[in-house]
């Protein structure tokens, strides 16, 4: 229990994105940012608000470090995705189940 713990106190505070901290923001391209205390497996994805996974932008075995992954509003065909909320999610399988971080966007493109 304790080692859970520290990895969500961890985790909460080196995840970070550089888009705004407030709750809902306009983005053209989002990038998401994750720092991991030890080797991990990692999915970074992108949901619309109903849980149908349009992308999935990470799925792998990541060491310790820190990465940044970008979506280009995209889905998994190539193509651009309307404009709209969507949810990013950061998946991190240090135990089962997942430690899971996500954000609401409003993606749009000008």
């Not at 990895?7 to 909460?12: E, N």
Request: glycine fraction near 6%.
């Amino acid at each position: 229990m304790k080692k859970r713990f520290f990895y969500l106190f961890f985790l909460i505070i080196m995840v970070s994105c550089d888009y705004s901290t407030e709750p809902l923001t306009k983005v053209d391209a989002p990038h998401v940012y994750f720092t991991l205390p030890e080797e991990a497996y990692v999915q970074v994805v992108v949901q619309n608000i109903h849980g149908d996974i349009f992308r999935i932008l990470l799925s792998d075995i990541r060491k310790v470090g820190t990465y940044k992954v970008r979506w280009d509003g995209k889905n998994e065909k190539g193509e651009y995705v309307k404009e709209g909320f969507y949810v990013i999610s950061i998946l991190i399988y240090v135990k089962n189940p997942p430690i899971t971080f996500s954000r609401l966007v409003y993606y749009g493109r000008d």
